[in-house]
């Protein structure tokens, strides 16, 4: 999925007119929402109300999942519908990406919370269901800088991001791939961010939030993506940021422990077709689906002596967002509206190590995850 723009905005009514207008001066416009916002999107359209435009509303039930089926009431909306405006969170999002992929259409998105699916992206679709069109705008209400619970997903993708760029590196250093981007990601904007890891001023993580989707930052698919995906896609949470917040906590332990292993050489990973078959019963796929992925990957000896030079800096970088953690999950908690309480409800920590010890199949050559199986 590529890149959009997502900006604050102190004026929705006028911001969706601008967008709507720019793209056609009258017609048929859809408007997307969860019962729970439509009173909310009613008010947003209210600035378009003035011009020549046929509204018709798509609104889906309060708790309505975002798949193949759900997103068939915009696939087949009317065919005079142009143009489309989602308003919500991650759930309409993902309902407008889905049906981009069958639909010809152009959309945008207004929400009330900084983060809409991880910062600055739509869902991600599986490529071989066909690409998503990606929104033209994306519109954070700034009216809302104050609403407490949209913030605890707020500080669980900052925490997601920040563990996905000591990986980010990792692979790059073993690639030989260079970033210039990535002292940006780090100081200027994770780490000013985080700070010592109380991230309760809501300003300072809204500002630091758009920052960050504003940057041009490259996208990585990051074995911490790939198990958010797999805590979503396996109904641990309904909620990603939970989903987020307890795959950042399992990954950046997991890669404490991979990069303090100081006495390492290079096997070839014996029990790879092991995983391939937990994997393939976990998400009930057949195992070809998996297993065709690492047939052929190529270790290379020289990933032994880059993992040598840069594996006491990584780990100096895990150990200082290891002393933060704390302060960081305990402000993600206080956000949500029962502090936390349903975390320890929902998931078993058992699961969570089984999922990460198989998870190396589906990530990248060189992640942490996949060389941890041969170290």
Not at 37 to 54: L, P
Not at 96 to 109: F, G, H, N, Q
Not at 127 to 134: P, T
């Amino acid at each position: 999925m590529e890149k959009y723009l997502t900006q604050a905005s102190d004026n929705i009514k006028e911001s969706v007119a601008e967008a709507c207008s720019a793209v056609m001066p009258g017609g048929h416009v859809g408007v997307c929402c969860q019962s729970k916002d439509r009173d909310y999107a009613q008010n947003v359209v209210e600035g378009i109300s003035t011009f020549e435009y046929k509204i018709t509303f798509i609104e889906y039930p309060d708790g309505a999942e975002a798949n193949d089926d759900t997103s068939l009431d915009i696939v087949g909306a009317d065919d005079d519908i142009r143009f489309f405006v989602g308003v919500g969170d991650c759930v309409i999002a993902s309902m407008l990406a889905l049906a981009s992929v069958r639909r010809d259409m152009k959309y945008i998105l207004v929400t009330y919370s900084p983060d809409i699916n991880g910062v600055g992206y739509s869902i991600d679709i599986d490529e071989r269901k066909g690409k998503a069109i990606a929104p033209m705008r994306a519109f954070v209400d700034a009216k809302y800088l104050n609403c407490p619970y949209p913030y605890a997903d707020v500080v669980a993708s900052v925490f997601s991001h920040r563990v996905t760029l000591i990986e980010k590196k990792y692979v790059n250093y073993l690639s030989r791939r260079f970033d210039e981007n990535l002292l940006l990601e780090e100081e200027n904007i994770l780490d000013a961010i985080i700070g010592d890891g109380v991230m309760n001023d809501r300003k300072k993580l809204f500002d630091g939030i758009m920052r960050y989707a504003a940057a041009d930052i490259q996208k990585f698919k990051s074995s911490h993506f790939v198990m958010t995906k797999l805590l979503k896609e396996l109904s641990l949470s309904s909620s990603i940021g939970d989903c987020r917040l307890l795959s950042a906590i399992t990954l950046l332990k997991y890669f404490k422990t991979v990069l303090s292993v100081e006495d390492f050489h290079l096997t070839i990973p014996i029990d790879i077709s092991s995983k391939c078959r937990r994997l393939s019963k976990l998400l009930g796929v057949d195992i070809s689906e998996i297993i065709g992925g690492v047939k052929d990957r190529k270790y290379q000896g020289k990933w032994l002596y880059i993992h040598s030079e840069y594996r006491e800096d990584l780990l100096g970088e895990v150990l200082s967002l290891e002393e933060k953690s704390k302060n960081i999950i305990k402000s993600a908690k206080r956000f949500m509206p029962d502090v936390g309480y349903h975390l320890g409800e929902d998931f078993d920590s058992n699961y969570l190590i089984e999922l990460i010890y198989n998870l190396s199949p589906i990530t990248d050559d060189c992640s942490l995850v996949t060389m941890a199986d041969i170290l």
